[in-house]
């Protein structure tokens, strides 16, 4: 057997090999000249592009669910495309957007002690059933029999599922605790009205934590700690967010609250309290008083899209798994819990609501799918000669800043004018735009930069460009 | 409005403050003082171990599914958790491994010009339709109905989403195929036995490619391409693999290949020439031709765990749904297809079986999800002293070693002896074991590092040990 095994593996070669040997692409070159940096070319990017509105709207089966600027201007730059009412394939810039944004919620939950851990799709009907939420859901809880007629649900969260396999721990100390443990995956909820793109879809990613603790009031301080760290990635995203006091919901426990973005297209109602402080999602509040519940003062209402949501849920799931740790006295006794979704694409829809004009996406800093977009002249052009010179421009950024590798894209679709060029980026809203102009010809030779998150344009030698990179944090 | 928004923003400060200030924690603290590297502390994980084997048979609910090593060696680690059959709990220490493993995959796809994207699990039972596999699949595929009764699949495989969605670009030109798309997504597939862990789930994460060509001759080196890639994945692994012709099953196509680690319990026949060098899965060969096919020597046969497939589809799926490219003389012209696919968790428990002793866990150096776990000694010991020592070792190679970041753990279990942490740390495979035993104690202090990957055990200064580190890859 082992010497079948060593002649099979000296045959994987001449295996490989048989295969006819490599010969120059018949299209484009994929393979980079040995030595060189690998430029990123537009050109051979998978990116739908230059969709006309009547165009955008033909992809979606209701015009009515085309009234929000992102789902617009998402579908139009080829961020996404639908599959389903509700359900949306994430198109290469959109996954690297998300990617960069779990990878902050990752640094912020694992900054408080968070583990990261996976719970499958497939919850079975039994632990729903255990706590009433199988009934309570009702249709919004996609469902579904295997082949031996077991029933499933797709899981829109994972209280029941987390609180059973924490349960199987028998020798849980309270030494141990507090377990912060969350994952960052699919979730499925039957929307009856799916609409707004990323905004309220049927299939969506979701960062949701589920905490432990061996008392109600270190379950507070996990509680406020999570809290903090939802905060902390809202600043580093620049985004303002409000967070309100919120009911409980199908999830249940004692407390709750909302982060949301403020955005009139929300589908939530806030209100806050210009004297103390107070805020609420208007849900909360009784309707016949109008004034603050804390101080009398006078409420002011917004509307908000919810991008996080916490709960603290005390022992209502605990109790029914009974989900024990052994306390200091040697007893058993049961966990304390929290629980915390984020709406991983749902932030990144929002953020991109907030922050873009009507024409022109405009991305938090850290979540731009590339920093840099260099666009040469066009063929023919009376500056054609700084083509070359952009594409060593692209390699000295490259050489020069690591922290820019795999961040910065060229667009060689040289056949269109600058202009023509320009206007997609400004579109795609790349934080950084170079285009060698008239001025790349001069001596020195001077670069037109787009800031496009500032708004501000500068032209720029080669040196002083590379300054200007040097501050941008790619990934 | 801006006003309001404004005084909200400056409420979100005191509102978050408004909760009671930080104390310090109950039990014990997720905070590390400031200005110190964070210690990873193995007592705060979530890591259920030292299952004995009895307890590990009474999660599955039958006791024949537990014939496989790695699946039995990742239950009592608490790699995994049963959550229902063919479904896991993949728990922190294996998603550090997977997210290792996905990071490899990526850099081997993106070297190849492989883009990124994300299709949604729920398939429409309309596409599905049209290619004929809602009827092929039958029973392995996960049937559901939303709300309004219309039908789905949970996504087994994409080649109808993905062919739809690249028909919706009308204007894909020549000029810009090749395209290799691919996402690492979750899987489903109602296996009718699904056993050996993560060998044979019926939920899991696979890769799969799917590629695009102007022709045949470019589609089959595209092919040529991808497979060059997985052999690469393999390689940087130090997994031992075969290439073998394939039957193409329900995707279809006109050449397949399957990729195997060779192991007792595949469920594959694999047989090769000694003389010719050709190799295939015994399900393509004519069982009444005992001899090679193209040589006619003498076939030996072994078993294999599939862990790639690809397939050359032609036009298989293009022609149903008429996905076309401009050609360069200006015609519509079906693409030329290719998927590929390779199964992420199962590569993690195949590599596990393929390396690991029946007591113990040996991984692919690079996919360990810590590189280094220090073991200081018992409290109340006579080498008690070297417990600080110990404390300082871990921040000197988090600070000299910034590769390591995140990747080495403190055993600081200190109520247990060495031996039984050690214990543990071989089950648990870190590449690097070191321990602050009596030589720790001398001056200079030397400590015991266990180099697991390669089983030496050395004596090394702080010095040697750093200077061996330095060669680890972490991440």
């Avoid at 018949?26 to 070319?41: D, E, I, S, W």
């Avoid at 955008?56 to 599959?83: F, W």
């Avoid at 810039?93 to 851990?117: C, P, S, Y």
């Avoid at 029941?160 to 499925?188: G, N």
Wanted: hydrophobic content about 35%; charged content about 25%; overall charge positive.
């Amino acid at each position: 057997m082992e010497r079948l095994l060593r002649r099979w593996r000296s045959f994987s070669g001449p295996l490989l090999s048989r295969c006819p040997p490599s010969q120059p692409p018949l299209c484009r070159a994929y393979h980079h000249p040995p030595g060189r940096v690998k430029r990123l070319a537009l050109s051979r990017f998978f990116q739908p592009q230059n969709l006309r509105e009547d165009q955008v709207v033909g992809l979606e089966s209701r015009v009515s669910e085309l009234t929000c600027k992102s789902h617009r201007l998402m579908l139009q730059t080829g961020l996404i495309h639908p599959a389903g009412p509700g359900c949306y394939h994430y198109l290469p810039f959109t996954v690297r957007a998300m990617e960069k944004l779990i990878r902050m919620i990752d640094q912020e939950m694992q900054a408080i002690g968070g583990q990261k851990l996976d719970m499958p799709s497939l919850c079975s009907a039994k632990l729903w059933r255990a706590t009433g939420r199988w009934q309570l859901m009702g249709k919004e809880l996609f469902q579904l029999q295997d082949r031996h007629n077991k029933e499933y649900c797709l899981g829109p969260t994972h209280e029941e599922a987390i609180t059973s396999l924490m349960a199987s721990q028998k020798t849980l100390s309270y030494r141990q605790l507090p377990h912060l443990l969350y994952q960052v995956t699919r979730k499925f909820r039957d929307e009856p009205r799916p609409r707004f793109g990323l905004l309220r879809g049927r299939e969506f990613y979701m960062k949701d934590m589920y905490t432990f603790d061996c008392s109600a009031e270190a379950a507070h301080q996990t509680y406020d700690l999570v809290c903090d760290a939802y905060g902390r990635l809202f600043d580093r995203l620049g985004l303002r967010f409000v967070r309100v006091q919120a009911a409980v919901g199908s999830i249940g426990g004692t407390m709750s609250h909302e982060f949301h973005l403020p955005l009139n297209i929300g589908e939530d109602t806030l209100t806050a309290c210009s004297n103390c402080g107070f805020t609420a999602n208007v849900e909360t509040l009784d309707p016949k008083q109008p004034n603050c519940p804390v101080c009398q003062g006078k409420l002011a209402e917004t509307k908000g899209v919810e991008v996080g949501h916490t709960f603290y849920l005390g022992t209502k799931y605990s109790s029914v798994f009974n989900t024990e740790f052994i306390n200091a006295q040697g007893k058993p006794s049961l966990v304390e819990m929290g629980c915390y979704g984020l709406g991983v694409t749902r932030i990144l829809a929002a953020a991109i609501e907030v922050l873009s004009t009507e024409e022109c996406i405009r991305w938090p800093r850290l979540l731009a799918p590339y920093q840099v977009c260099l666009i040469p002249p066009k063929k023919g052009s009376k500056e054609e000669m700084a083509i070359e010179p952009m594409e060593t421009l692209y390699d000295n950024i490259a050489e020069a800043l690591p922290q820019l590798q795999g961040e910065i894209l060229l667009d060689d679709r040289t056949h269109l004018t600058i202009g023509n060029r320009l206007k997609d980026a400004k579109k795609l809203g790349y934080p950084f735009v170079v285009i060698a102009g008239k001025r790349a010809l001069e001596q020195p030779c001077h670069f037109e930069v787009w800031c496009q998150n500032t708004e501000e344009v500068v032209f720029l030698p080669k040196q002083g460009l590379l300054d200007l990179l040097r501050k941008v944090q790619g990934h």
